[in-house]
């Protein structure tokens, strides 16, 4: 979705926001696989913070977009939904990550 956004950018964008919108959506998934290879629940919980780092960064991207009028808020309001949707999932996982460590610590 947000790779879609970019491509609606203007030309003169290609190089500035659109490829920050680009490496930040693929941040976010990145990190996660990152940390779950790891095999290590304190690696997997810093991924998933830096996850959600690049979930803030996608955020403020995208919400940049209208204001500079690049795009109109309807065109990136599917994107911001699915970007809040993301953020919920990924606390839930970072919790349940800080779960299982305290299990075993316990």
């Excluded at 500079?68 to 065109?75: F, N, P, R, V, Y």
Aim: aromatic share 2%; charged share 20%; proline share 4%.
């Amino acid at each position: 979705m947000c790779y879609s956004v970019a491509s609606r950018l203007p030309t003169e964008e290609r190089y500035g926001l659109a490829s920050q919108v680009r490496r930040a959506a693929v941040s976010v998934p990145s990190n996660i696989a990152e940390g779950h290879s790891s095999g290590s629940d304190g690696m997997l919980k810093r991924h998933l913070q830096i996850s959600l780092g690049s979930v803030g960064e996608l955020r403020t991207h995208l919400e940049l977009i209208p204001r500079l009028g690049l795009l109109q808020d309807t065109e990136l309001q599917p994107a911001l939904e699915q970007l809040a949707r993301t953020t919920q999932v990924l606390h839930g996982f970072l919790r349940s990550v800080r779960a299982k460590q305290v299990k075993k610590a316990g």
